[in-house]
């Protein structure tokens, strides 16, 4: 199974600042036959499901603010949200799509400080 | 606007059965691939398995002795079965669309249920 860390496991930010989440694949999650990584974020609030946020590891889904952003290639991956809001408080998930069976990161908490 | 909403008991029994299904409501259960997923207390989220509408599956190898998934096109549902469940199998358990094919993430999740293993 390809193993995904996030980094840290917590995260405290300051509102309108940047926060930065990290995920590392323990394998290439690229697909060189479409340019593809197979890697996705969701951002997870209590008493509610996942969200999906971004896909393809860069591509926003439909509806997501603009100050989300994702990066990276290969095997390392970067989270970015720009002037954080208070309604960004959650969990965030990485996910690998690349290869059965699917897996998640642990997880960064991300709060207000 | 597609959503999702898993039902079944809260409560099973050591070595009994657990059976889960998820209505999917605004749109079809047709050409999309259905996962579920789920988060035991303090862990991260788990992929448990994908059925496709054609009736083709693919679970996680962790799981796959104890999962059977199924489909019941009429009603717009799809429904999970572990067997044998012990107190490991205690979380949340989700229902979840695949956006687009078989690798692809999920753009539509269900609330979640708990289900908890307990005598």
């Known amino acids: 199974d390809i193993v995904m860390t996030q980094s840290p496991d917590s995260l405290a930010v300051s509102l309108g600042e940047r926060a930065t989440i990290n995920c590392e694949s323990s394998?290439?999650?690229?697909?060189?036959?479409?340019?593809?990584?197979?890697l996705a974020w969701y951002q997870h609030k209590p008493g509610q499901p996942p969200k999906l946020l971004i896909y393809?590891?860069?591509t926003r889904e439909s509806g997501v603010p603009d100050r989300f952003s994702g990066s990276g290639s290969g095997t390392d991956f970067t989270l970015t949200i720009d002037s954080l809001q208070a309604e960004d408080v959650a969990v965030y998930y990485c996910?690998?799509?690349?290869?059965?069976?699917?897996?998640f990161g642990q997880g960064t908490k991300l709060e207000i400080k | 606007q597609v959503q999702l909403q898993e039902s079944g008991p809260g409560l099973v029994k050591p070595s009994e059965t657990l059976s889960l299904t998820c209505t999917v409501s605004g749109g079809s259960i047709m050409s999309y691939y259905w996962s579920w997923i789920r988060q035991p207390p303090g862990k991260r989220l788990e992929w448990i398995g994908y059925m496709y509408y054609s009736g083709s599956t693919n679970y996680n190898p962790s799981l796959k002795s104890r999962v059977t998934t199924s489909l019941d096109r009429s009603n717009n549902q799809f429904s999970l079965r572990l067997t044998s469940v012990t107190a490991a199998d205690t979380a949340v358990y989700y229902c979840?669309?695949?956006?687009?094919?078989?690798?692809?993430?999920?753009?539509?999740w269900g609330q979640g249920t708990l289900v908890t293993v307990s005598s």
């Open positions: 394998q290439s999650i690229f697909f060189s036959s479409n340019n593809k990584n197979y």
């Open positions: 996910q690998q799509y690349h290869s059965m069976p699917y897996t």
């Open positions: 979840a669309r695949g956006l687009s094919g078989f690798y692809s993430p999920h753009d539509k």
């Open positions: 393809w590891a860069s």
